[in-house]
């Protein structure tokens, strides 16, 4: 694994000396550092990681999104097509996906966007014939894609905006030596705020994800040149909506997002909303928002967990357990949501009521 530490000084350090030299920085400048940062050192998955995500629960969640992947295909015409993953951590979910794929005949080229050189080397070896681009621009453009982003656009860049007496203003990101905390900024951002904000009460808070927007438009133009459909998965809101959903998870607990930059995720619940509106405005058919246990209960979940406990007695206990945290709604079944978009003229997918 690279050091991370150059000759300039880790990465509080470094950010310290910034926002000493020319004042408090976005937030959104803040969360694309530490996140850069904390993704290109670590493998951040699993019991010795940080977190867990729904592939690393059960296999049932690849195969299911790989079957609706292939129907779509099959329903489409059985174009050739590229499998496109954005964020696929340990490569896992690819995995599952790919095999009940293949069991259904769609053996695509597989294309991972993906900067970490710590999880690009955990994918090569769950995924040997995968190919890496650094973002859109570096995908193929020769055939449909079939996309899917699952829990990649809540680590996206975001930026606060906080009602005050005098309008909205931005929050930013100042530091006393390497202590660092949330401050006010001076600029007002009234004509970008949507109206039914524009009367909120002082002290609330609006998230924007330019980042999000602007890698949405980008698929969506791949998509309408190309053909093909893209399944996002990750939890969220039907927005815009009001508050902070700024979060830090270290060693699988909550922490305080603005300790220790860089050395753990820090993420914001994904507007679900704006991304319908904007790939509807691009041109794409948007399907959904639907909650992740709606979703995957529609796909057939409860019949492949029978087949699983009938094929192996002894984890019936652990397939029921999986299949209750991907889909109860105590668990990931209520606040996870899935979307999906499509090429004008592609079939709609499945899981989509």
């Not at 880790?10 to 950010?15: A, G, K």
């Not at 830090?248 to 050395?263: I, L, Q, S, T």
């Not at 914001?268 to 979703?295: I, K, M, N, S, Y």
Request: proline content about 9%; glycine content about 10%; hydrophobic content about 45%.
């Amino acid at each position: 694994m690279p050091d991370a530490r150059n000759e300039e000084g880790p990465l509080p350090e470094r950010l310290a000396r910034a926002i000493t030299m020319a004042g408090p920085i976005p937030l959104s400048q803040f969360m694309g550092a530490a996140n850069t940062h904390y993704y290109a050192t670590r493998d951040p998955l699993g019991a010795r990681g940080d977190f867990t995500t729904a592939p690393e629960i059960s296999q049932m969640f690849g195969e299911l999104i790989g079957l609706a992947l292939a129907d779509l295909w099959d329903r489409a015409g059985r174009p050739a097509a590229h499998y496109v993953e954005f964020g696929p951590g340990r490569g896992t979910l690819a995995a599952d996906a790919l095999r009940a794929m293949a069991s259904a005949g769609l053996e695509p080229p597989v294309h991972f966007v993906e900067n970490s050189p710590a999880l690009r080397a955990e994918q090569a070896r769950a995924v040997p014939q995968a190919e890496w681009a650094l973002d859109i621009v570096g995908l193929p453009d020769d055939a449909p894609l079939l996309v899917v982003a699952n829990e990649f656009f809540d680590a996206l860049p975001i930026r606060q905006l906080i009602k005050t007496r005098e309008g909205w203003r931005e929050r930013l990101v100042a530091c006393q030596d390497t202590l660092f905390l949330p401050v006010v900024g001076n600029t007002v951002f009234d004509p970008i705020i949507p109206p039914q904000f524009r009367d909120a009460p002082d002290g609330s808070i609006l998230e924007t994800s330019p980042p999000s927007v602007a890698i949405l438009r980008a698929l969506a133009a791949r998509l309408l040149a190309q053909g093909g459909a893209a399944i996002v998965i990750d939890y969220g809101y039907a927005g815009p909506a009001l508050g902070d959903t700024l979060q830090a998870v270290r060693g699988h607990a909550y922490a305080n997002p603005f300790e220790d930059p860089g050395e753990a995720d820090l993420t914001a619940h994904v507007d679900f909303g704006t991304l319908v509106e904007a790939a509807r405005v691009e041109g794409l058919v948007a399907h959904g928002p639907v909650t992740q246990g709606e979703f995957l209960n529609a796909l057939g979940i409860g019949p492949r967990a029978d087949a699983l406990a009938r094929a192996a007695p002894d984890r019936v206990a652990e397939i029921a357990i999986a299949r209750d945290r991907l889909t109860g709604d105590e668990a990931m079944g209520e606040l996870f949501k899935v979307i999906a978009f499509t090429a004008p003229g592609w079939p709609a997918p499945a899981g989509f009521a």
